[in-house]
């Protein structure tokens, strides 16, 4: 029974891996949604004029980076090898320093670092070992941090008050309950709420947790929340909630104004396989679904805001798609097909390929990004992207007005 356990837990850890040796050739890319780009010479024009290319490469990790956050000038980027490393730029057109060893890595312990979140003088980090962890930036001057850790949630304070109540048990397994502030699988994906008084988690074992930032007291647990684990969780300004799960599913969740938990919205079902990420617009206009068969669903709100539509489907990636990041204007979106590809909607509604990405040998896991506020150019980004192959690569983008802008 206990080999049989370590081979199921084996197989579920093995997860992140799989999409490297799959065909994912061999899936469809959504047929029935329509693509949404722009016409050939419109796309003739982004790719003449745009500028990009890779600022530096950052090595140091050992194993696959599957996060990252970027706050100011510090780069956070956590890795399955249990490690969140610190990476320092004065200037976004040099190179980045890597900081003292010392003070550079905060070693997890146990379970890969699947999400990290920043959080004024707080670093919040999910991990594959069912936890998400909290830690204390400590500026000991403008060149150096170090960390302390403030809290593992849940709480021992949350969980005892939980203990002695019946109610507060579900069922985990035939013969095991646990109480309902606890996660039971890999801690997939955090996200914060627009005033920052809120953490939502997802997880494989299909809850979505809300935690209150202030005491890391955990407010809310959905329990089964989808059919399947779920990857991804995205919060829109006006208070939604977007998971996607391997269910094929985007679930909308809500609170209505005087009930004390969230409610189920709507179900947004297109994609034919398992969603790996989600990313909303800046307006909350737009969601924006990533999944395994190579396509990007484009939903709009409708004009009362209550439902979403498709409005169509990016297409151009040739394997997964497994993470997305919206960065001003832009939309990023990484594939196991190793690239990265920057996507921009037109006033035609459509939207343009900008620019591919090349130079990472393997899957892209994960995407962050920023206006470069170094440049003298309006319409100049940064993109930083980690894959498996293990290392972090920083990229200028620098991208020419919408079409329809320079013929007004």
Same mark, same amino acid.
């Not at 737009?286 to 439902?307: N, Q």
């Given at each position: ?16 891996h ?16 329509p693509?949404?780009t ?8 982004y790719l ?9 490469t950052l ?12 706050d100011?000038?510090f ?11 610190l990476?320092?730029?004065n200037d ?7 900081e ?9 312990g146990?379970g890969?670092v ?8 707080k670093?919040?980090?999910a991990?594959q070992d ?8 400590n500026n ?8 302390t850790r ?6 021992l304070?949350?969980?005892a008050?939980?203990l002695?109540?019946p ?11 646990c109480t ?13 709420s627009r005033d ?8 494989w074992?299909?809850t ?13 647990s959905v329990?089964?929340?989808?059919d399947?684990?779920?990857n991804?969780v995205?919060?829109?300004d006006?208070?939604d909630?977007?998971?996607?799960s391997t ?12 009930d004390?938990n969230?409610s189920l919205?709507?179900t947004l ?11 909303i617009?800046?307006?909350g ?13 484009v939903?709009?709100k409708? =004009?009362?805001?209550d439902?979403?539509a ?7 990636h040739?394997k997964?798609?497994l993470?997305l990041a919206?960065?001003?204007d832009?939309?990023?979106s990484?594939s196991a ?6 996507w921009r909607r037109?006033? =035609?509604?459509?939207?343009?390929c900008?620019a ?8 892209v ?5 920023a206006v470069?506020?170094?440049?003298r150019?309006?319409?100049s980004?940064?993109?930083?992207s980690?894959?498996l192959?293990c290392d972090?690569?920083?990229w200028?983008?620098i991208?020419p007005?919408?079409?329809g802008?320079?013929?007004?």
């Amino acid at each position: 029974m206990l080999f049989l356990l370590f081979c199921i837990s084996y197989i579920r850890n093995m997860s992140d891996h799989q999409f490297c040796c799959s065909s994912y050739e061999s899936q469809r890319s959504l047929p029935s949604v329509p693509c949404i780009t722009s016409q050939l010479h419109l796309q003739h024009y982004y790719l003449s004029n745009i500028q990009h290319h890779c600022l530096t490469t950052l090595k140091g990790h050992t194993s696959y980076v599957s996060s990252l956050a970027f706050d100011g000038k510090f780069l956070y980027t956590g890795s399955s090898d249990k490690e969140i490393r610190l990476w320092k730029c004065n200037d976004l057109n040099s190179d980045f320093e890597f900081e003292n060893l010392t003070n550079n890595i905060v070693v997890m312990g146990k379970g890969a670092v699947k999400s990290l979140v920043v959080l004024a003088d707080k670093l919040f980090s999910a991990h594959q070992d069912h936890k998400i962890r909290v830690w204390k930036i400590n500026n000991d001057g403008p060149d150096n941090q170090n960390y302390t850790r403030l809290a593992t949630l849940p709480t021992l304070s949350d969980r005892a008050s939980k203990l002695l109540q019946p109610k507060n048990h579900v069922q985990i397994r035939r013969h095991k309950t646990c109480t309902w502030v606890h996660h039971v699988d890999t801690v997939s994906a955090l996200a914060l709420s627009r005033d920052e008084t809120l953490l939502y988690s997802v997880s494989w074992d299909r809850t979505l947790k809300i935690w209150r930032t202030s005491d890391f007291k955990c407010l809310e647990s959905v329990t089964n929340a989808h059919d399947d684990a779920i990857n991804a969780v995205a919060l829109s300004d006006d208070g939604d909630v977007y998971t996607g799960s391997t269910d094929k599913k985007i679930k909308v969740w809500r609170k209505i104004p005087g009930d004390k938990n969230h409610s189920l919205v709507t179900t947004l079902e297109k994609h034919n396989s398992g969603i790996n990420a989600l990313a909303i617009s800046l307006d909350g206009s737009t969601l924006y679904s990533g999944a395994s068969d190579r396509s990007i669903v484009v939903w709009e709100k409708d =004009d009362g805001g209550d439902g979403m539509a498709v409005a169509g489907a990016l297409r151009g990636h040739t394997k997964s798609i497994l993470c997305l990041a919206v960065v001003s204007d832009l939309v990023c979106s990484g594939s196991a097909d190793k690239t990265i590809r920057i996507w921009r909607r037109g006033v =035609d509604g459509n939207y343009s390929c900008l620019a591919v990405l090349e130079g990472h040998e393997g899957p892209v896991k994960c995407l962050a990004g920023a206006v470069d506020r170094s440049s003298r150019c309006d319409t100049s980004y940064v993109i930083y992207s980690g894959s498996l192959d293990c290392d972090i690569k920083v990229w200028q983008i620098i991208a020419p007005l919408p079409y329809g802008d320079l013929e007004s």
